[in-house]
């Protein structure tokens, strides 16, 4: 699904309206809900979500997020692969 | 790492993520495959109150429930439904409304949006006006679809629920094109589940192989239009699979419902199974119903099962499929769903696919659903 799109770093990702994206204490997660539907989040899941507000671009998420996990070289890559595979989920738009 | 599949969904770690209210048994319209309980009209007198149905939300949350269906009967016949709803946006339910459309005005829809809701889900039964009137007993098709365009209006994420049986199933395509129209997100071309009054009219609603194979191939087409923008389901009947369904996920595993007089249920069709008890939120706690009660550990697990399920390795894939079915199919909830080709019960499906071949079918009266179209007094368990 996500084969031929791809974001550009000045692209402004957002969380579509169909999904609700916030804190569940019982879960100790971030979870993602949609019409007859949850998901758990695992942390950087969690944060790139947080992030795709219609208001930061690709580039300055996945600089935060670097910021946020330093151990990681790699994780721009990981970030762009990750914002295309949720896109062709439905769960976020450019 | 941030990779496809990071995000896992939940599996519900023993906490009852989906809860459902059936608010009330009510309903105006009278469709013949509806799966409420054939005694329906002996709830009115019992049905919770606002603070009654106030308190299981929040003993709800407080078990990790996370999604909550407000359904029924016509949850729409609650005047109440608004202060429920906004009482669930403030405990933090991501809250669905299950409706039929009927009673769904613009004033009570705004209010609902303020309210907090987050989406609607609406049944709808055919393309077309006399069927669909037809098939629910009023005039409701013109009324529905208004209602569609008018939750779209306002901004919902909308899900339409089209229950598909053999009077409606040839079409698909239809119904497809409409629901593109209407804008809906999600369409749910769901073949019924034979219980209650679906069960009492099933050899007029069994769908054919044949119908169910055009259909599907419409649909997948459907999906592979460029630009489809809806997400469709279809749901194949377990009668025509040779596996049964993996039933409400397993029995008390994430899934509660409340009926509309309190009683907490594993599924909202399990009082069709003879000599269970049905105990009430107005006698105890969510707590000890969901995890303490017999009804909730009775089919918890997999100590229950008998052969061929014991040994079989599918079943932490389907859990035995569904014990309504087990009963009502083969008289004891503790069998293999006779949906399953391994139960020694599955002639009793073969048989019912067959009837629906029948080239020489001669056409019976369906029953519709209202008061005293059947009595269930020599039911042994009612
Ligand atoms: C029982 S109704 C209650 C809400 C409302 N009266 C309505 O019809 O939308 C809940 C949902 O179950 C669907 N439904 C009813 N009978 C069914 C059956 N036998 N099998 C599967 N779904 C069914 C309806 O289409 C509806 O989407
Ligand atoms: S399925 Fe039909 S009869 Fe049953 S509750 Fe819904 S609208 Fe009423
Ligand atoms: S025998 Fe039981 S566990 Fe095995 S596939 Fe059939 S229903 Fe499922």
Redesign the pocket.
């Known amino acids: 699904m996500s084969g031929d799109f791809h974001f550009q770093p000045e692209d402004r990702p957002r969380l579509d309206s169909k999904y609700l994206l916030r804190w569940e204490k019982s879960q100790d997660a971030y979870v993602l809900l949609y019409p007859e539907g949850v998901i758990k989040l695992n942390a950087t899941a969690a944060e790139i979500l947080k992030r795709c507000t219609g208001e930061t671009t690709a580039a300055n998420i996945a600089a935060e997020l670097k910021a946020l996990f330093v151990d990681n070289a790699d994780i721009e890559n990981s970030i762009y692969k990750f914002l295309e595979v949720t896109h062709g989920k439905g769960w976020i738009r450019r | 790492m941030a990779k496809d599949g990071s995000a896992v969904s939940l599996d519900g770690q023993g906490k009852p993520m989906w809860l459902v209210l ?1 608010l009330t048994y009510r ?1 105006p ?1 009278k ?1 013949v ?4 309980p054939l005694d329906f009209d002996q709830y009115g007198k019992k049905e919770l109150s606002t603070e009654e149905w106030k308190r299981i939300l929040r003993e709800g949350r407080e078990l990790g429930a996370l999604q909550l269906g407000f ?5 729409m016949l609650r005047d109440d439904l608004e202060e429920l709803v906004e009482e669930a946006e403030r405990l933090g339910y991501y809250t669905n409304l ?5 009673g769904l005005t613009p004033e009570r829809l705004k209010a609902l949006k303020q309210a907090g809701l987050k989406q609607i ?3 709808l ?1 055919s393309a077309n006006r006399s069927l669909t009137d037809e098939l629910v007993g009023a005039r409701a098709h013109d009324l529905k679809i208004e209602v569609a365009r008018m939750i779209k209006a306002e901004g919902f994420p909308m899900v339409l ?3 598909v049986f053999r009077q409606n199933i040839d079409q698909v395509d239809e119904i497809l094109a409409l629901a593109e129209d209407i804008g809906v997100d999600y369409l ?1 071309l ?9 069960l009492l009219n099933r050899d007029e609603l069994l769908p054919t192989r044949e119908q169910i194979e055009r259909a599907e191939a419409a649909v997948i087409a459907a999906r592979q239009r460029p630009g489809q923008q809806m997400t469709i389901y279809f749901v194949i009947p377990d009668y025509y699979e040779t596996r049964p369904k993996a039933c409400m996920n397993g029995w008390g595993t994430i899934h509660l419902t409340i009926a509309p007089d309190g009683a907490a249920l594993p599924c ?1 069709e399990v009082r069709v199974i003879e000599g269970l008890e049905f105990p009430t939120v107005r006698e105890h706690s969510l707590d000890w119903l969901w995890n303490d009660s017999p009804l909730f550990k009775k089919f918890r697990g997999d100590e229950w099962m008998k052969e061929p399920c014991r040994t079989c390795d599918e079943k932490e894939k389907d859990f035995g499929g569904c014990r309504c079915q087990a009963f009502l199919l083969t008289g004891d909830a503790t069998n293999t769903d006779p949906a399953c080709a391994k139960s020694p019960h599955h002639h009793v499906i073969e048989m019912a696919v067959n009837k629906a071949r029948e080239k020489h079918h001669v056409p019976r009266p369906l029953v519709r659903r209202q008061i005293g179209a059947v009595t269930t007094v020599f039911m042994e368990h009612k």
């Open positions: 059936e309903c319209l469709c495959w509806c799966n409420n359904s029924g009967g016509e949850p299950i409706t039929s459309g009927v889900q609406l049944s039964q629920n089209v229950p749910e769901a073949n019924i589940q034979y219980y209650n009054w679906a909202q």
